[in-house]
């Protein structure tokens, strides 16, 4: 059975009993509530701001040990103490990966393209029925809605090849990089625009000085 040991406010800790695995990823939770707007309560952490009701949902997902919480707890511990994930690494947070799933768009492309092989070799199957091993059988129901919330991370690109949640630099720079091809698209829309103008207009000025030479000659 997958449980959260240790936890406080701004750290958590998972150990999976039956895999004989402890991590401790500290999870990314500088949190702020923003009142700006007197309808609305956001709350922000890490520079990113989400609604109070995703975050008031999410919320009951830990006080539950909702299958996403469980889900999370796996993979943003999978392969902690290697080189991949270095002890100390932090994961990004919890709500950041609810809004990822939620959204359901593709995170990396790059990712997405070799994780059939990945999510293969890791054997999840097999390991969370390990995980949910408790009073001699297997959570068979648990098990499965952790595996299908797995799967969606890694259809969505949202792990590494090392079978390992992307890590919070790793998924700024692909902000960075689409914020920026964004901005290209735009400027190339622009230019392409003005380009289209100017076209038209000097076949606007072309055409009329051919009239106004067309009316002379015929004078």
């Given amino acids: 059975m997958l449980q959260a040991i240790n936890s406080s406010d701004n750290s958590r800790s998972f150990q999976a009993q039956g895999t004989k695995k402890t991590s401790e990823v500290v999870f990314q939770n500088n949190l702020e509530v923003n009142e700006n707007d007197e309808q609305t309560k956001n709350v922000v952490i890490n ?7 995703d975050v008031e949902r999410w919320d009951s997902y830990i006080k539950d040990l909702h299958p996403t919480f469980l889900a999370f707890g796996i993979v943003a511990t999978e392969g902690f103490g290697t080189a991949a994930v270095p002890a100390g690494t932090t994961s990004i947070h919890f709500y950041e990966f609810c809004s990822m799933l939620e959204r ?12 059939n092989i990945n999510y293969e070799n890791a054997y999840w199957e097999d390991r969370l029925r390990l995980a949910t091993y408790e009073n001699e059988q297997s959570d068979i129901i648990k098990s499965q809605k952790i595996l299908d919330i797995i799967n969606q991370c890694y259809e969505l690109g949202m792990m590494t090849k090392n079978n390992s949640l992307i890590l919070p630099d790793e998924l700024s720079k692909i902000h960075l990089v689409k914020k920026y091809e964004e901005q290209q698209s735009i400027l190339t829309k622009t230019v392409i625009q003005n380009l289209d103008e100017q076209k038209q207009n000097l076949n606007q000025l072309y055409n009329s000085k051919r009239i106004i030479s067309a009316y002379q000659n015929s004078i």
Avoid at 47 to 53: F, H, L, P, Q, R
Avoid at 104 to 115: L, Q
């Fill in 47 to 53: 520079g990113i701001e989400y609604n109070s009701e």
């Fill in 104 to 115: 359901g768009e593709v995170i990396s492309a790059e990712n997405t393209r070799s994780n």
